[in-house]
């Protein structure tokens, strides 16, 4: 079945450094991507998408791109901030309009 | 605020009780998604709603139902409430698959 599987955190960075947090996908044909942030006490909002291969979904300085040959959806960011500490979380959704979430990676932007 | 709403936000209860958490999608939303989020599990899909019909079941226990009203409000019921249902209940609704999720801001249910 389809499933989502995403770094393991926390992660801890310094201000202005570079993130990274892989995300791979286990799906059948041409399912769409996601990143969605959960800050603390809050629900989930929708970060950036990309519904097909090679499409580049981008928001707030956060990256991901679409790769179909790696089955990644990996999110980067160049210059992380205090700000961007939360939960981060990949998800797909394919046939039947289920969201499959990974475990979510927990990040610390520390000054 | 993301158009999805959910009441309470709060809700504190003993176990053996039952409970009914309620929400609103985002307007024009056909379809709404119950999930539930504890430290151990991760977030865990519930159930699927679209126009009021039931389109998908998760990890529901058969203590949990739902429906989804004329309006297009869901309600999640649960009942014989035990310590371990103590989590964050999220609702979320969405336009189709292509647009993602808007999540509410959740229900924190806990059990005592």
């Known amino acids: 079945g389809d499933s989502v599987t995403q770094m393991e955190g926390p992660v801890t960075l310094s201000e202005e450094a570079f993130l990274t947090i892989n995300c791979t996908y286990t799906?059948?044909?041409?399912?769409?991507l996601f990143w969605y942030v959960q800050y603390p006490g809050e629900g989930l909002q929708l970060l950036l998408k990309a519904t097909k291969a090679d499409d580049k979904g981008s928001n707030k300085g956060f990256e991901a791109t679409y790769r179909k040959e790696t089955t990644s959806f990996h999110l980067e960011k160049g210059s992380v901030q205090v700000s961007d500490s939360a939960v981060y979380f990949c998800?797909?959704?394919?046939?039947?309009?289920?969201?499959?979430f990974g475990t979510g990676t927990s990040l610390t932007v520390i000054p | 605020d993301s158009g999805v709403t959910q009441t309470p936000k709060h809700l504190i209860t003993a176990t053996g009780q039952r409970v009914t958490l309620r929400c609103s999608p985002r307007?024009?939303?056909?379809?709404v998604y119950w999930y539930q989020q504890s430290l151990d599990q991760g977030l865990q899909f519930l159930i699927h709603?679209?126009?009021?019909?039931?389109?998908a079941k998760g990890n529901i226990l058969e203590r949990f139902s739902a429906q989804q009203f004329p309006d297009l409000h869901s309600e999640l019921n649960l009942s014989s409430l035990e310590l371990g249902d103590s989590a964050l209940y999220f609702c979320?609704?969405?336009?189709?698959?292509?647009?993602?999720?808007?999540f509410g801001s959740g229900t924190r249910l806990t059990v005592v």
């Open positions: 979320a609704s969405s336009a189709g698959p292509d647009y993602g999720y808007t």
């Open positions: 307007s024009g939303d056909l379809s």
């Open positions: 709603y679209y126009n009021g019909e039931e389109r």
């Open positions: 998800a797909l959704i394919h046939t039947g309009n289920q969201f499959y």
């Open positions: 799906a059948t044909g041409y399912p769409s």
